[in-house]
Antibody, heavy 118, light 105 residues
């Protein structure tokens, strides 16, 4: 079945970087854009950016420009989201989500908790 | 950028009642609006796309309407499993509304 499986929880110190993976299965990886969305504890959903798994092109939310990098590995059908210069406000659950042909997010990963704490 | 404002922030209703949730865009998004449901500890689930189309497997009690700047998600008769947080999203810049919490009265 179609699914996205993310890497496990991370605990990082302020100033460090984190890299979260999202492995796709059950469909043609390069045919669907992938997005990253995060959710701070008790807060709403924040769109972070998009990657085209086919060519690797990306677009990021303005507030994260310069700190976020999204990449992909077509050989393993995996996308990655790396966030640098971490601060406490980056503590959140990070989700990958597939953009369906209908241009909405039809499949979501299970989420990865990233905690930034000294 | 286009901002989505959802109302009310919290809606308290009983099972069997009708729920009406609103999402207003700061400028027209045509019919390019989606609705998601999120339960505690779970990833969001797509309910409605293009304002009024139910996603695969979504019960008929969920319906969406609207175009331009004003949109509505209606749940015709609430089931216990419908109490959750609901978000709208537009695909111009993929931003979400702040959410409406639907709680049991």
């Amino acid at each position: 079945q179609v699914q996205l499986v993310q890497s496990g929880a991370e605990v990082k110190k302020p100033g460090a970087s984190v890299k979260v993976s999202c492995k796709a299965s059950g469909y043609t990886f390069t045919s669907y854009y992938m997005h990253w969305v995060r959710q701070a504890p008790g807060q709403g959903l924040e769109w972070m950016g998009i990657i085209n798994p086919s060519g690797g092109s990306t677009s990021y939310a303005q507030k994260l420009q310069g700190r976020v990098t999204m990449t992909r590995d077509t050989s393993t059908s995996t996308v990655y989201m790396e966030l640098s210069s971490l601060r406490s406000e980056d503590t959140a659950v990070y989700y990958c989500a597939r953009e369906a042909m209908i241009e909405a997010f039809d499949i979501w990963g299970q989420g990865t908790m990233v905690t930034v704490s000294s | 950028e286009i901002v989505l404002t959802q109302s009310p922030a919290t809606l308290s209703l009983s099972p069997g009642e009708r729920a009406t949730l609103s999402c207003r865009a700061s400028q027209s998004v045509s019919s390019y609006l989606a609705w998601y449901q999120q339960k505690p500890g779970q990833a969001p689930r797509l309910l409605i796309y293009d304002a009024s189309n139910r996603a695969t497997g979504i019960p008929a009690r969920f319906s969406g309407s609207g175009s331009g700047t004003d949109f509505t998600l209606t749940i015709s008769s609430l089931e216990p499993e419908d109490f959750a947080v609901y978000y709208c999203q537009q695909r111009s810049n993929w931003l979400f509304g702040q959410g409406t919490k639907l709680e049991i009265k």
